[in-house]
C-alpha cells in the first residue's frame, strides 16, 4: 500500500493555473504508475492522466492544458493545471498501481479498481 497525500487546490478564475502535489511514500521509478482523477458534483469519477517511467497519457478534455511530472528523489508527483474553465472545478484525487491501464484505453474512463492506492482528495474550484 502506497500513502498519497494531495495539497495544491483552491480556487482559481476561469484562464488561471494551479499547481497540484501529490506526496507519496517511497517508491523506485517505473515501479508504480501514478495516476490522477476527478470527481464533481453529481458525475462519476474520471480519469486525467496516468504515468509510467516511459509515457504519460492525458484524457482528450485536458489534453494540452494539463501536464502531470514526478519527481522521485523527493517522492512527489504533481499536476500543472492551465487555462482552467469552470467545467474542471472538481475533487482532484492522486492514485497509484503497479501500472496504468492498457494503452489505448480512454483515460477519462479509467476504472477505480485498477489503482490500488488513493489520496483523501483536493478540492478545485473555477469560478468568477
Known amino acids: 500500500q502506497v500513502q498519497l497525500v494531495e495539497s495544491g487546490g483552491g480556487s482559481v478564475q476561469p484562464g488561471g493555473s494551479l499547481r497540484l502535489s501529490c506526496a507519496t511514500s517511497?517508491?523506485?521509478?517505473?515501479?508504480?504508475?501514478l495516476g490522477w482523477f476527478r470527481q464533481a458534483p453529481g458525475k462519476e469519477r474520471e480519469g486525467i492522466s496516468c504515468?509510467?517511467?516511459?509515457?504519460?497519457y492525458y484524457s482528450e478534455s485536458v489534453k494540452g492544458r494539463f501536464t502531470m511530472s514526478r519527481d522521485n528523489r523527493k517522492k512527489m508527483v504533481y499536476l500543472q493545471m492551465n487555462s482552467l474553465k469552470p467545467e474542471d472545478t472538481a475533487t482532484y484525487y492522486c492514485?497509484?498501481?503497479?501500472?496504468?491501464?492498457?494503452?489505448?484505453?480512454?483515460?477519462?474512463?479509467?476504472?477505480?479498481?485498477?489503482?490500488?492506492?488513493w489520496g483523501r482528495g483536493t478540492q478545485v474550484t473555477v469560478s468568477s
Open positions: 492514485a497509484a498501481d503497479p501500472m496504468c491501464p492498457r494503452p489505448g484505453t480512454d483515460v477519462r474512463k479509467y476504472p477505480s479498481a485498477d489503482f490500488g492506492s
Open positions: 517511497s517508491f523506485t521509478l517505473d515501479y508504480y504508475a
Open positions: 504515468m509510467t517511467g516511459r509515457e504519460t
